[in-house]
């Protein structure tokens, strides 16, 4: 033990010189770190509770996803039944599959047959009786969930992106959750409300063969359906409560290239261009309907149904309703970033303000400062010289805590600074564990030499037993917690990594140093 | 460079004589904290119930609670809670009369799209002149997942130190070390039971690095039994227990102490929102150590590990270091 080879000296010395350039780096300011080489560059990222921000965690509804694209089939099923001349009952959506019953009993397997040609993905299963369900196969929901997640990460960035709020971080979270935080953010409502909506655009023919109470009246012709306006319940817009609209989609929002928000007629309105496809598809539509009035539909709501008056061919056009400005650019945005595949809901906000977030970071600080004050204070009262070499090797510990936090781009919140605060106080644990050792072996009557060798020895054990079990738990939260806690976790389990390192080996060095230095006839405990 | 102040002897007390007190004093507490559950129960923060948490600080003077509670109670969101404070350690909130408020709203009807609602009602009804300090929303499907992973973290955390001490020991101080742990958590919530203090995600760390603390110390208490164990064969079991109490004590409150400053320095300065953490923090170390002296080591002695078994394992273990220096 008293013998160090030098390579393991230089080892030691090596980790502990990284330790400290790696924490060097959070002592300057940002203006100050321009100065620095890039690699020195890295400080620990602070969580969104320290430098204030806000938190978002939403769940894709996949099973509403479902229900929609089930109800879209549903017709898909009426249409090819209806085509093949093969009776049924009971058609509707039951749970996650379309149920439905074929009367001719001898026509099941035709029925099969047909009906598998709608969807790919779905499984078509009919009873010898004719009771029949179709489904998704396991393999495609589960396809889908993770593409609706994927392509909901992509448009919620999009969304964001154009908000202007910098460095967003927007996170897969489980099976089907999103993370989103967002620094600096210190009323996240406006960004609520944008991912609050699916955004899905649609212009769709209003069929004017029947009127709104007639249909309610259950008088509704078989491919259309009743759609409220966005006006309604809000008492202006002149009446306009619901439209009876064709439920085949002239064209869809995902065809749209740009959209923007402008003035006609010093009214808000919103610009908008197709792609190639969507502006033929929309010139063919409107060229075959001249007098007739078409619905623009935002997630399931019409925003106006103006009357085509001429074809419109150029690809582009205007949707005018009653707008103010705010709303106008919102839904351009909207437009411009996409529909989502699924709606989305926000499960958790939590958001913390620049005022309160620096409040923290100041107490924390405060509190962390004092109390390694105040250990260190108290190793020397009661270690002397020891408890020196003690204090050193805290403060190592300290540099190589921070450097380890800085290097893993691991983010620092404030129980963080408390699990620091806590792993100073409990990383001289070892150290009073191997001094007392000493002590006891000194009273034991061993020389100097010898009492050394035992301390070091006999409290490894001991310590190592007392490290895994404040590991265990740190592991533990980290797996099952979240945010915040999350950063309690790392910073405790770090900590008690690097001061089993410096609380032995860096103490030990020390000792042995002056032991080859000085010489000393007894130990100064 | 001597120390100034120096432990030299080694003490005599017999901690085994007030074991039975313990166990009764310990037992009492557990009781009680079962029956305060079950009739006054926890005070669950938002992260556990769902609901709404903001804070505040009135830009224009003094916090009116009772306007601001008149005009939340105007939005019809159920029964808000105000809770004015002074928190010395900040820059905005140290005034007196209070400037700053917390404002707790309970979980809304409809699920999680209505939880988000309120906040933007809220921030209506309070006005300009107020300063958004801290907005915590919480989902009813959330707060009911946190509460499981919060349980489930306790009790693997107590798994594994039970499966870890039983296998660097003998089953019997498994038990032991586990039954102690127990203990501290259980009375760790009772206090939060008792002075109905908030208990949230930050307290369950707490508690969960509580676990760790106390185990850690029981664990340097068995290393001394199991080596005293070997080292004196023939003394009784009672007098071998104080006899590893008493050569570890030095030790014990050394580190409590050590451990002690730390949190206390983040109990009355680290701000408002770790003081949850550090209470519990601070009762922990102190019943951790408790528990330690007066439930882990004595309960060796009704379960009395096989001293057979342990002397057997003695050369595997500490005798290199030993033999060499010897």
Redesign the interface.
């Known amino acids: 033990m008293l013998y160090f080879a030098n390579w393991k000296v230089l080892l030691i010395c090596g980790i502990c010189l990284l330790g400290v350039l790696l924490s060097l780096p959070n002592l300057f300011t940002p203006a100050q770190l321009a100065y620095l080489p890039s690699s020195m560059r890295k400080q620990v990222a602070l969580g969104l509770?320290l430098r204030g921000g806000s938190y978002l965690?939403l769940?894709v509804d996949i099973a509403a996803a479902q229900r929609e694209r089930l109800n879209t089939t549903i017709d898909s099923v009426r249409n090819t039944l209806r085509d093949a001349h093969i009776g049924y009952t009971g058609l509707n959506v039951e749970g996650d599959a379309i149920a439905f019953t074929i009367r001719e009993t001898d026509r099941v397997e035709e029925a099969k047959r047909d009906l598998a040609k709608i969807a790919p993905d779905m499984t078509v299963e009919i009873a010898p009786d004719g009771a029949g369900t179709m489904k998704f196969s396991t393999v495609a929901t589960e396809t889908r969930r993770r593409q609706a997640v994927e392509q909901s990460i992509e448009i919620i960035r999009r969304r964001i992106d154009e908000t202007g709020t910098k460095e967003p971080t927007i996170q897969r979270e489980g099976q089907d959750r999103i993370l989103v935080q967002l620094p600096g953010v210190?009323?996240p409502?406006r960004i609520?409300e944008l991912l609050?909506k699916t955004a899905k655009l649609t212009f769709q023919l209003v069929d004017q063969g029947i009127t709104v109470e007639d249909a309610r009246r259950g008088r509704l012709p078989p491919g259309d359906e009743i759609l409220p306006s966005v006006d309604e319940g809000r008492g202006r817009g002149g009446g306009a409560g619901s439209y009876v609209v064709r439920k085949r989609v002239m064209v869809g929002g995902d065809t749209l290239t740009d959209a923007q928000a402008t003035f006609q007629n010093n009214e808000p309105v919103v610009s908008f261009k197709f792609d190639s496809i969507g502006g033929k598809k929309f010139g063919d539509a409107t060229r075959e309907n001249v007098g007739k009035p078409f619905a623009i539909v935002l997630d399931n709501k019409v925003i106006s149904a103006p009357v085509i008056r001429e074809p419109i061919l150029g690809g582009s056009g205007i949707i005018s309703g009653s707008f103010t400005v705010q709303s106008a650019s919102d839904l351009a945005l909207l437009l411009r970033a996409g529909a989502l595949p699924a709606p989305i809901?926000?499960?958790?906000?939590?958001?913390?303000?620049a005022?309160?977030g620096?409040?923290?970071i100041?107490?924390?600080a405060?509190?962390?400062i004092?109390?390694?004050v105040?250990?260190i204070v108290?190793?020397?009262?009661?270690?002397?010289?020891?408890?020196?070499f003690a204090d050193i090797a805290l403060l190592f510990n300290l540099c190589l805590m921070l450097g380890a936090l800085s290097l893993l781009g691991a983010t620092l919140t404030?129980?963080g600074?408390?699990g620091i605060?806590?792993t100073?106080?409990?990383a001289?644990?070892a150290n009073?564990?191997i001094y007392?050792r000493i002590k006891?072996e000194l009273?034991g009557g061993?020389s100097l030499l010898?009492s050394l060798?035992?301390g070091f020895?006999?409290a490894f054990?001991?310590i190592l037993?007392?490290h895994?079990?404040?590991?265990?738990?740190?592991i533990?939260?980290y797996?099952?917690?979240?945010?915040?806690?999350k950063g309690?976790?790392v910073t405790?389990s770090i900590g008690v990594l690097t001061s089993l390192f410096s609380a032995i080996l860096v103490t030990r060095l020390q000792i042995v140093t002056w032991l080859r230095r000085y010489k000393p006839k007894a130990i100064?405990? | 460079m001597r120390p100034l102040i120096v432990i030299r002897r080694v003490p005599k007390i017999d901690f085994m004589r007030w074991h039975l007190f313990g166990f009764a004093f310990s037992g009492l507490l557990s009781i009680a904290t079962v029956v305060l559950l079950l009739t006054a129960g926890l005070n669950y923060g938002i992260d556990f119930t769902g609901g709404t948490l903001i804070e505040v600080r009135v830009t224009n003077g003094a916090a009116d609670l009772a306007a601001m509670r008149s005009k939340l109670d105007a939005l019809h969101v159920g029964e808000p809670s105000l809770q004015a404070y002074v928190d010395k350690t900040t820059a905005e909130c140290a005034t007196s009369p209070p400037a700053c408020v917390l404002i707790r709203l309970p979980e809304q009807p409809g699920g999680d799209a209505a939880q988000q609602k309120v906040v933007q009602q809220v921030r209506g009804a309070l006005g300009p002149d107020v300063e958004y300090r801290r907005t915590e929303v919480v989902g009813p499907s959330v707060g009911s997942e946190l509460i499981r992973a919060g349980v489930l973290a306790t009790v693997l955390a107590l798994g594994a130190i039970m499966v870890y001490v039983w296998f660097r020991f003998e089953w019997q101080f498994g038990i032991g070390a586990t039954l102690a742990t127990l203990h501290d958590v259980i009375t760790t919530v009772g206090l939060f039971a008792i002075f109905q203090l908030e208990f949230n995600l930050t307290t369950l760390a707490a508690i969960l690095t509580i676990a760790g603390y106390s185990i850690n110390d029981t664990v340097v208490i068995y290393d001394r039994v199991r080596e005293s164990m070997r080292k004196y064969r023939t003394m009784p079991f009672r007098d071998l227990i104080n006899l590893a109490l008493n050569e570890t004590l030095s030790r014990t409150i050394l580190t409590v102490a050590t451990t002690a400053l730390a949190v206390l320095a983040l109990l009355f300065l680290g701000g408002e929102v770790l003081r949850g953490f550090s209470i519990a923090m601070l009762w922990g170390i102190v019943i951790g150590t408790y528990s330690s002296l007066f439930i882990a080591a004595p309960l060796l002695y009704y379960v009395q590990p096989n001293r057979r078994a342990i002397a057997r394992t003695a050369d595997s273990d500490d005798a290199p270091a030993e033999r060499a220096s010897r």
């Not at chain 1, 108290?378 to 020196?388: A, E, P, T």
């Not at chain 1, 895994?468 to 740190?474: C, D, I, M, R, Y």
């Not at chain 1, 797996?479 to 806690?485: I, K, Q, R, T």
């Open positions: 509770d965690l769940e210190d009323n409502q609520k609050g809901q926000i499960l958790e906000e939590r958001t913390v303000g005022e309160l620096a409040d923290s100041h107490a924390g405060i509190a962390s004092v109390g390694v105040l250990v108290f190793m020397v009262l009661f270690y002397g010289l020891f408890g020196v404030l129980p600074i408390a605060a806590l100073m106080g409990m001289v644990d009073v564990l007392e006891e009273r061993r010898s060798e035992a020895t006999r054990g001991t037993d007392s895994v079990t404040t590991l265990v738990a740190g533990l939260l797996w099952l917690g979240s945010g915040p806690v309690f976790a405790l100064p405990l």
